[in-house]
T-cell receptor, first 117, second 112 residues
Framework: GAVVSQHPSWVICKSGTSVKIECRSLDFQATTMFWYRQFPKQSLMLMATSNEGSKATYEQGVEKDKFLINHASLTLSTLTVTSAHPEDSSFYIC?????????????FGPGTRLLVL | SQQGEEDPQALSIQEGENATMNCSYK?????LQWYRQNSGRGLVHLIL?????REKHSGRLRVTLDTSKKSSSLLITASRAADTASYFC????????????FGTGTLLAVQP
């Protein structure tokens, strides 16, 4: 159990377009979802935390108007990279934490690789 | 920076040998977790150790935690080529429920 999926797994887009990435918890209800960004050979950096039905909390330095997060249901969160530019190219990973007794583990999706040309 | 640090940054060993990775962090924690990431893939949760625990085992994995030194170690015994991956520690900061701060990671290469 505790499977998290992401779609798409990779995307190539032109500079200036917007890209939406979906994160779904497949077999549990995710009260909180997290979005991370990872550059090549580097660690994960938390971008934002989203709770179902409320506004996302962004980390310092992350532009909320650039990275729109919606957590409309207990199984789905979306990250939209608006007006993407080449510097937004990165590996985006979501994770989900849910209503499981004594389970503080975050379950990670497989990631979405974004390349902006 | 809130990010923890891991050492070594890279480790190359022969199959069958043990691999030890260390993680240091900066703030008080609720728990510390270790994750594994294969190249270009998502993270797989390996083990969680709470702040009141000193050692934990799971299969070939052994994790220690020293809160006085703000450090943890991950030992993989009898390594296999399939253990080749990046390993990250992540701390769940006290007072910030579920928010994880990741370490810099250790790239482990196990030579067959």
């Amino acid at each position: 159990g505790a499977v998290v999926s992401q779609h798409p797994s990779w995307v190539i887009c032109k500079s200036g377009t917007s890209v939406k990435i979906e994160c779904r918890s497949l077999d549990f209800q995710a009260t909180t979802m997290f979005w991370y960004r990872q550059f090549p050979k580097q660690s994960l950096m938390l971008m934002a935390t989203s709770n179902e039905g409320s506004k996302a909390t962004y980390e310092q330095g992350v532009e909320k108007d650039k990275f729109l997060i919606n957590h409309a249901s207990l199984t789905l969160s979306t990250l939209t990279v608006t007006s993407a530019h080449p510097e937004d190219s990165s590996f985006y990973i979501c994770s989900a934490a849910g209503r499981r007794t004594s389970d503080e583990t975050q379950y990670f999706g497989p990631g979405t690789r974004l390349l902006v040309l | 920076s809130q990010q923890g640090e891991e050492d070594p940054q890279a480790l190359s060993i022969q199959e069958g040998e043990n691999a030890t990775m260390n993680c240091s962090y900066k703030t008080s924690i609720n728990n510390l977790q270790w994750y594994r990431q294969n190249s270009g893939r998502g993270l797989v949760h390996l083990i969680l150790i709470r702040s009141n625990e000193r050692e934990k085992h799971s299969g070939r994995l052994r994790v220690t935690l020293d809160t006085s030194k703000k450090s943890s170690s991950l030992l993989i015994t009898a390594s296999r080529a399939a253990d080749t991956a990046s390993y990250f520690c992540a701390t769940d900061a006290w007072g910030a429920t579920n928010k994880l701060i990741f370490g810099t990671g250790t790239l482990l290469a196990v030579q067959p």
